[in-house]
Protein backbone atom coordinates (compact mmCIF):
# COMPACT_ATOMS: atom_id res chain seq x y z
CA UNK A 1 0.00 0.00 0.00
CA UNK A 2 3.10 2.60 0.79
CA UNK A 3 6.78 2.27 0.94
CA UNK A 4 8.39 0.32 3.14
CA UNK A 5 11.68 2.37 2.71
CA UNK A 6 9.27 5.69 3.33
CA UNK A 7 7.58 3.84 6.34
CA UNK A 8 10.92 2.88 8.16
CA UNK A 9 12.61 5.93 7.76
CA UNK A 10 8.85 7.98 8.37
CA UNK A 11 8.17 6.08 11.76
CA UNK A 12 11.58 5.14 13.34
CA UNK A 13 12.94 8.32 14.74
CA UNK A 14 17.28 8.46 14.66
CA UNK A 15 18.67 8.07 18.09
CA UNK A 16 19.31 11.26 18.59
CA UNK A 17 15.75 12.99 17.92
CA UNK A 18 14.82 9.46 20.54
CA UNK A 19 17.49 10.92 22.89
CA UNK A 20 15.65 14.43 23.17
CA UNK A 21 12.49 13.21 23.43
CA UNK A 22 13.92 11.16 26.26
CA UNK A 23 15.51 14.31 27.71
CA UNK A 24 12.06 16.34 27.54
CA UNK A 25 9.88 14.15 29.08
CA UNK A 26 12.72 13.00 31.85
CA UNK A 27 12.59 16.52 32.35
CA UNK A 28 9.18 16.62 33.20
CA UNK A 29 9.82 14.16 36.24
CA UNK A 30 12.96 15.47 37.89
CA UNK A 31 13.41 19.14 36.59
CA UNK A 32 15.19 20.47 33.74
CA UNK A 33 17.79 21.65 35.89
CA UNK A 34 18.72 18.05 36.58
CA UNK A 35 18.75 16.60 32.95
CA UNK A 36 22.20 16.91 31.00
CA UNK A 37 21.18 16.82 27.21
CA UNK A 38 23.99 16.78 25.13
CA UNK A 39 21.98 15.14 22.56
CA UNK A 40 21.43 17.76 20.01
CA UNK A 41 23.07 19.99 17.51
CA UNK A 42 20.56 23.39 18.34
CA UNK A 43 22.52 26.25 18.44
CA UNK A 44 22.19 27.99 21.49
CA UNK A 45 23.57 31.26 20.83
CA UNK A 46 20.74 34.06 19.35
CA UNK A 47 20.72 35.35 15.79
CA UNK A 48 22.60 38.29 15.41
CA UNK A 49 20.69 41.36 16.05
CA UNK A 50 21.35 42.09 12.22
CA UNK A 51 19.49 39.53 11.64
CA UNK A 52 16.15 41.17 13.10
CA UNK A 53 17.21 44.62 11.48
CA UNK A 54 17.32 43.20 8.08
CA UNK A 55 13.97 41.04 8.52
CA UNK A 56 12.41 44.25 9.35
CA UNK A 57 13.51 46.34 6.59
CA UNK A 58 12.77 44.49 4.59
CA UNK A 59 9.42 43.58 5.58
CA UNK A 60 9.04 47.24 5.50
CA UNK A 61 10.72 48.50 2.26
CA UNK A 62 10.46 45.06 -0.16
CA UNK A 63 6.67 44.87 -2.33
CA UNK A 64 4.76 42.41 0.28
CA UNK A 65 3.79 40.38 -3.11
CA UNK A 66 7.43 40.03 -4.28
CA UNK A 67 8.77 39.17 -1.32
CA UNK A 68 6.49 36.75 -0.81
CA UNK A 69 6.14 35.10 -4.55
CA UNK A 70 8.70 33.01 -5.93
CA UNK A 71 11.85 33.70 -6.96
CA UNK A 72 13.62 32.17 -10.28
CA UNK A 73 14.52 28.72 -8.75
CA UNK A 74 18.40 29.08 -8.56
CA UNK A 75 17.63 31.85 -6.19
CA UNK A 76 17.50 35.69 -6.91
CA UNK A 77 20.51 37.06 -9.38
CA UNK A 78 21.50 39.87 -6.82
CA UNK A 79 21.39 37.77 -3.89
CA UNK A 80 23.88 34.79 -5.68
CA UNK A 81 26.10 38.25 -6.96
CA UNK A 82 26.07 39.48 -3.27
CA UNK A 83 27.32 35.66 -2.16
CA UNK A 84 29.62 35.15 -4.74
CA UNK A 85 31.34 38.32 -4.35
CA UNK A 86 31.97 37.46 -0.33
CA UNK A 87 33.41 34.51 -0.94
CA UNK A 88 35.80 35.35 -3.26
CA UNK A 89 36.75 38.36 -0.81
CA UNK A 90 37.24 35.33 1.99
CA UNK A 91 39.22 33.02 0.03
CA UNK A 92 40.34 34.39 -3.31
CA UNK A 93 37.80 32.65 -5.81
CA UNK A 94 36.64 33.47 -8.79
CA UNK A 95 32.75 32.84 -8.50
CA UNK A 96 29.71 34.89 -9.75
CA UNK A 97 26.38 34.37 -9.37
CA UNK A 98 26.13 31.62 -12.22
CA UNK A 99 27.96 29.40 -10.10
CA UNK A 100 25.17 29.88 -7.08
CA UNK A 101 22.30 27.64 -6.28
CA UNK A 102 20.60 29.02 -3.47
CA UNK A 103 18.88 25.89 -1.21
CA UNK A 104 16.72 25.32 1.67
CA UNK A 105 19.59 24.50 3.74
CA UNK A 106 22.25 22.26 3.72
CA UNK A 107 20.50 19.12 3.73
CA UNK A 108 18.67 20.07 0.78
CA UNK A 109 22.01 21.34 -0.97
CA UNK A 110 23.60 18.02 -0.42
CA UNK A 111 20.98 15.66 -1.38
CA UNK A 112 20.48 17.40 -4.16
CA UNK A 113 24.19 16.92 -5.43
CA UNK A 114 23.47 13.34 -4.78
CA UNK A 115 20.44 13.38 -7.05
CA UNK A 116 22.00 15.06 -9.63
CA UNK A 117 25.37 12.79 -9.90
CA UNK A 118 23.71 9.03 -9.55
CA UNK A 119 22.72 8.25 -13.08
CA UNK A 120 19.61 6.21 -13.45
CA UNK A 121 20.56 2.58 -14.02
CA UNK A 122 24.03 2.30 -12.89
CA UNK A 123 25.56 0.96 -10.34
CA UNK A 124 27.00 4.22 -8.29
CA UNK A 125 28.72 4.60 -4.89
CA UNK A 126 29.33 7.80 -2.83
CA UNK A 127 32.32 7.33 -0.38
CA UNK A 128 32.32 8.96 2.90
CA UNK A 129 34.56 9.32 6.38
CA UNK A 130 33.73 7.63 9.69
CA UNK A 131 32.47 9.66 12.04
CA UNK A 132 29.89 10.88 9.61
CA UNK A 133 26.70 12.87 9.68
CA UNK A 134 23.95 9.63 9.59
CA UNK A 135 21.44 11.53 7.37
CA UNK A 136 24.26 10.44 4.72
CA UNK A 137 22.80 7.04 4.72
CA UNK A 138 19.18 7.83 3.69
CA UNK A 139 19.99 11.19 1.55
CA UNK A 140 21.95 8.76 -0.60
CA UNK A 141 19.79 5.54 -0.54
CA UNK A 142 16.82 7.45 -1.39
CA UNK A 143 18.50 8.18 -5.00
CA UNK A 144 18.99 4.87 -5.89
CA UNK A 145 22.91 5.15 -4.81
CA UNK A 146 25.15 3.56 -2.04
CA UNK A 147 26.89 5.08 0.77
CA UNK A 148 30.36 3.35 1.47
CA UNK A 149 32.38 4.30 4.81
CA UNK A 150 35.53 4.54 5.45
CA UNK A 151 36.81 3.74 8.48
CA UNK A 152 37.65 6.10 10.99
CA UNK A 153 41.30 7.54 11.77
CA UNK A 154 41.05 7.10 15.97
CA UNK A 155 44.39 9.24 16.62
CA UNK A 156 43.28 12.61 14.98
CA UNK A 157 40.16 11.67 12.83
CA UNK A 158 41.82 12.90 9.66
CA UNK A 159 41.51 10.99 6.33
CA UNK A 160 43.03 6.95 6.61
CA UNK A 161 44.31 7.40 3.02
CA UNK A 162 45.16 3.83 2.43
CA UNK A 163 41.85 2.66 3.53
CA UNK A 164 40.15 4.84 0.99
CA UNK A 165 42.46 3.68 -2.19
CA UNK A 166 41.54 0.45 -0.79
CA UNK A 167 37.42 1.37 -1.76
CA UNK A 168 37.73 3.74 -4.46
CA UNK A 169 36.78 2.37 -7.92
CA UNK A 170 35.05 3.04 -11.03
CA UNK A 171 31.86 2.97 -9.71
CA UNK A 172 32.56 5.69 -7.56
CA UNK A 173 30.86 9.02 -8.22
CA UNK A 174 31.72 10.94 -4.83
CA UNK A 175 33.12 11.53 -1.88
CA UNK A 176 31.74 13.69 1.15
CA UNK A 177 33.68 15.74 3.64
CA UNK A 178 32.29 17.49 6.46
CA UNK A 179 35.04 20.20 7.87
CA UNK A 180 34.76 21.31 10.46
CA UNK A 181 33.10 17.56 11.76
CA UNK A 182 29.84 16.55 13.00
CA UNK A 183 30.64 14.68 15.49
CA UNK A 184 34.35 15.25 16.05
CA UNK A 185 34.61 18.61 15.84
CA UNK A 186 37.90 17.74 14.40
CA UNK A 187 39.05 20.32 10.81
CA UNK A 188 40.71 18.83 8.03
CA UNK A 189 44.19 20.20 7.73
CA UNK A 190 45.37 21.93 4.42
CA UNK A 191 47.78 18.69 3.91
CA UNK A 192 44.85 16.00 4.36
CA UNK A 193 42.99 18.12 1.75
CA UNK A 194 45.60 18.22 -0.40
CA UNK A 195 46.51 14.77 0.00
CA UNK A 196 43.15 13.89 -1.09
CA UNK A 197 42.79 16.28 -4.03
CA UNK A 198 46.13 14.26 -5.17
CA UNK A 199 44.26 10.95 -4.74
CA UNK A 200 41.12 11.72 -6.64
CA UNK A 201 42.66 13.42 -9.43
CA UNK A 202 44.87 10.19 -10.17
CA UNK A 203 41.78 8.12 -9.78
CA UNK A 204 40.27 10.01 -12.27
CA UNK A 205 42.69 9.50 -14.75
CA UNK A 206 42.70 5.57 -14.27
CA UNK A 207 39.13 5.42 -14.15
CA UNK A 208 38.42 7.92 -17.22
CA UNK A 209 35.40 9.63 -15.38
CA UNK A 210 35.43 12.66 -12.47
CA UNK A 211 34.74 11.77 -9.25
CA UNK A 212 33.38 14.73 -7.26
CA UNK A 213 34.42 16.44 -3.62
CA UNK A 214 30.56 17.19 -2.09
CA UNK A 215 32.26 19.27 0.78
CA UNK A 216 29.33 19.84 3.44
CA UNK A 217 30.22 22.89 5.39
CA UNK A 218 27.50 23.71 7.84
CA UNK A 219 30.03 24.48 10.46
CA UNK A 220 32.77 26.47 7.99
CA UNK A 221 32.58 29.52 10.64
CA UNK A 222 32.64 27.40 13.62
CA UNK A 223 36.80 27.15 14.21
CA UNK A 224 38.49 27.62 17.06
CA UNK A 225 42.18 28.52 18.46
CA UNK A 226 43.30 30.30 15.20
CA UNK A 227 42.62 27.39 12.74
CA UNK A 228 41.79 27.77 8.86
CA UNK A 229 39.13 25.70 7.44
CA UNK A 230 40.87 25.15 3.59
CA UNK A 231 38.57 26.27 0.69
CA UNK A 232 38.19 22.85 -0.85
CA UNK A 233 37.48 23.88 -4.21
CA UNK A 234 41.16 26.12 -4.64
CA UNK A 235 42.50 22.50 -4.65
CA UNK A 236 40.62 20.33 -6.37
CA UNK A 237 38.14 21.36 -9.24
CA UNK A 238 35.50 19.11 -9.21
CA UNK A 239 33.96 20.11 -6.06
CA UNK A 240 30.61 21.07 -4.63
CA UNK A 241 30.29 23.52 -1.86
CA UNK A 242 27.01 22.94 0.13
CA UNK A 243 26.69 25.22 3.00
CA UNK A 244 24.31 27.06 5.33
CA UNK A 245 23.64 29.59 7.52
CA UNK A 246 21.56 27.04 10.36
CA UNK A 247 25.05 27.35 12.57
CA UNK A 248 26.96 30.70 11.09
CA UNK A 249 24.09 32.51 11.85
CA UNK A 250 21.81 30.70 14.65
CA UNK A 251 19.16 30.11 11.63
CA UNK A 252 18.21 25.93 11.28
CA UNK A 253 14.82 26.75 11.67
CA UNK A 254 14.52 28.80 8.51
CA UNK A 255 16.54 26.59 5.98
CA UNK A 256 18.44 28.80 3.92
CA UNK A 257 22.02 27.93 1.85
CA UNK A 258 23.46 27.26 -1.39
CA UNK A 259 25.53 25.02 -3.83
CA UNK A 260 28.64 26.74 -5.08
CA UNK A 261 29.56 24.91 -8.89
CA UNK A 262 32.82 26.23 -9.80
CA UNK A 263 33.58 26.66 -13.82
CA UNK A 264 36.28 24.51 -13.55
CA UNK A 265 33.88 21.25 -12.63
CA UNK A 266 33.88 18.96 -15.41
CA UNK A 267 31.25 20.20 -17.80
CA UNK A 268 30.29 22.91 -15.92
CA UNK A 269 26.74 23.34 -17.75
CA UNK A 270 25.93 19.92 -17.47
CA UNK A 271 26.67 19.68 -13.71
CA UNK A 272 24.64 22.94 -12.87
CA UNK A 273 21.75 21.75 -15.31
CA UNK A 274 21.54 18.66 -13.43
CA UNK A 275 21.28 20.50 -9.69
CA UNK A 276 18.64 22.24 -11.01
CA UNK A 277 16.90 19.33 -12.44
CA UNK A 278 17.71 17.61 -9.22
CA UNK A 279 15.97 20.68 -7.33
CA UNK A 280 12.80 20.02 -9.51
CA UNK A 281 12.46 16.57 -8.71
CA UNK A 282 12.82 16.77 -5.61
CA UNK A 283 9.65 19.08 -5.13
CA UNK A 284 12.71 22.12 -4.38
CA UNK A 285 10.64 24.93 -6.56
CA UNK A 286 13.12 27.73 -4.31
CA UNK A 287 14.64 28.69 -1.28
CA UNK A 288 12.98 31.30 1.19
CA UNK A 289 12.75 34.44 -0.75
CA UNK A 290 12.49 36.41 2.17
CA UNK A 291 15.63 34.69 3.80
CA UNK A 292 17.56 34.65 0.60
CA UNK A 293 17.23 38.77 1.09
CA UNK A 294 18.23 38.28 5.01
CA UNK A 295 21.32 36.29 4.03
CA UNK A 296 22.65 38.48 1.59
CA UNK A 297 21.99 41.85 3.98
CA UNK A 298 23.81 39.62 6.43
CA UNK A 299 26.52 37.36 4.50
CA UNK A 300 29.46 39.05 5.92
CA UNK A 301 28.20 39.25 9.82
CA UNK A 302 30.51 37.80 12.33
CA UNK A 303 29.75 34.12 13.52
CA UNK A 304 29.43 34.68 17.53
CA UNK A 305 31.78 31.73 18.33
CA UNK A 306 32.98 32.70 21.66
CA UNK A 307 30.07 31.15 23.92
CA UNK A 308 30.86 27.83 21.80
CA UNK A 309 34.64 28.00 22.58
CA UNK A 310 34.28 28.96 25.92
CA UNK A 311 32.01 25.77 26.34
CA UNK A 312 34.06 23.34 24.37
CA UNK A 313 36.93 23.94 26.21
CA UNK A 314 35.09 24.00 29.77
CA UNK A 315 33.71 20.58 28.71
CA UNK A 316 36.76 19.15 27.58
CA UNK A 317 38.97 20.05 30.39
CA UNK A 318 36.09 18.88 32.45
CA UNK A 319 36.35 14.98 31.04
CA UNK A 320 39.91 15.01 30.53
CA UNK A 321 40.27 15.38 34.29
CA UNK A 322 37.25 12.68 34.83
CA UNK A 323 39.76 10.57 33.12
CA UNK A 324 37.81 10.71 29.30
CA UNK A 325 40.33 10.66 26.33
CA UNK A 326 39.52 12.86 23.58
CA UNK A 327 40.24 15.55 20.84
CA UNK A 328 40.39 19.21 21.95
CA UNK A 329 37.93 21.08 20.28
CA UNK A 330 38.54 22.74 16.89
CA UNK A 331 35.56 23.23 15.08
CA UNK A 332 31.82 23.20 15.54
CA UNK A 333 30.07 22.51 18.28
CA UNK A 334 30.54 18.96 19.53
CA UNK A 335 33.32 16.18 21.50
CA UNK A 336 33.69 13.01 20.58
CA UNK A 337 35.16 11.24 23.46
CA UNK A 338 36.13 7.69 23.96
CA UNK A 339 33.84 5.48 25.66
CA UNK A 340 34.50 3.83 29.40
CA UNK A 341 33.86 0.58 28.00
CA UNK A 342 33.75 -0.98 24.48
CA UNK A 343 30.26 -1.22 24.01
CA UNK A 344 29.48 2.71 23.21
CA UNK A 345 25.65 2.29 23.26
CA UNK A 346 25.89 0.75 26.67
CA UNK A 347 28.16 3.33 28.12
CA UNK A 348 24.81 5.76 26.84
CA UNK A 349 22.67 3.65 28.29
CA UNK A 350 24.43 3.36 31.46
CA UNK A 351 24.90 7.66 31.40
CA UNK A 352 21.30 8.10 31.09
CA UNK A 353 21.19 6.68 34.86
CA UNK A 354 22.95 9.71 35.74
CA UNK A 355 20.54 12.08 33.11
CA UNK A 356 23.22 12.51 31.28
CA UNK A 357 22.31 12.27 27.57
CA UNK A 358 24.94 11.87 24.97
CA UNK A 359 24.81 9.89 21.82
CA UNK A 360 26.47 6.35 20.94
CA UNK A 361 29.40 6.64 18.50
CA UNK A 362 28.00 3.67 16.36
CA UNK A 363 25.22 6.07 15.46
CA UNK A 364 28.49 8.23 12.98
CA UNK A 365 29.72 4.90 12.31
CA UNK A 366 32.94 5.06 14.88
CA UNK A 367 31.73 2.80 17.64
CA UNK A 368 33.57 3.19 21.04
CA UNK A 369 32.75 6.70 20.88
CA UNK A 370 30.06 9.14 22.05
CA UNK A 371 28.66 12.52 20.90
CA UNK A 372 28.58 15.50 23.33
CA UNK A 373 26.65 18.58 21.95
CA UNK A 374 28.55 21.83 23.63
CA UNK A 375 26.01 24.37 22.15
CA UNK A 376 23.99 24.54 25.41
CA UNK A 377 23.92 26.61 28.66
CA UNK A 378 27.10 26.98 30.52
CA UNK A 379 25.95 26.10 33.82
CA UNK A 380 24.39 22.96 32.43
CA UNK A 381 27.64 21.97 31.31
CA UNK A 382 29.50 23.57 34.83
CA UNK A 383 26.67 21.79 36.91
CA UNK A 384 27.36 18.17 34.42
CA UNK A 385 30.67 17.89 35.67
CA UNK A 386 30.61 16.19 38.54
CA UNK A 387 27.97 14.01 37.38
CA UNK A 388 30.90 12.75 34.84
CA UNK A 389 32.96 12.62 37.25
CA UNK A 390 30.38 10.03 39.15
CA UNK A 391 30.19 7.84 35.81
CA UNK A 392 33.95 7.38 35.13
CA UNK A 393 34.42 6.19 38.71
CA UNK A 394 31.95 3.60 37.85
CA UNK A 395 34.43 2.05 35.77
CA UNK A 396 37.18 3.05 38.03
Known amino acids: MVSEKMHTLGTKKSTIRTIFEYG ?3 AAVVGAENVYDFSIGNPNVPAPEAVKTAIMDILNTVDTCELHGYTIAPGLPQVRETIAASINRRFGTNFAGKNLFMTSGAAAAITICFKALHEDGADDEFITFAPYFPEY ?3 VESVGSKLSVVPANTEDFQIQFDKLEEMLSPKTKAVIINSPNNPSGVVYSE ?3 KKLAEILSAKEKEFGHPIFIISDEPYRELVYGGLTVPYVAKYYPNT ?8 SLSLPGERIGYIVV ?8 RVYGAIAGAARVLTHVNASSLFQRVVARCVDEPSNIAAYERNGNLLYNGLIEAGFTCQKPQGAFYLF ?13 KAMEYDLLLVPGSDFG ?5 RAAYCIKE ?3 RNALPVFKKLAAEYK
Do not use: M, N
Open 137 to 139: GCF
Open 379 to 381: STI
Open 262 to 269: PDEVADFG
Open 191 to 193: ATI
Open 366 to 370: CPGYF
Open 240 to 247: LVCYSWSK
Open 337 to 349: PKALEEDDQAFCK
Open 24 to 26: KQR
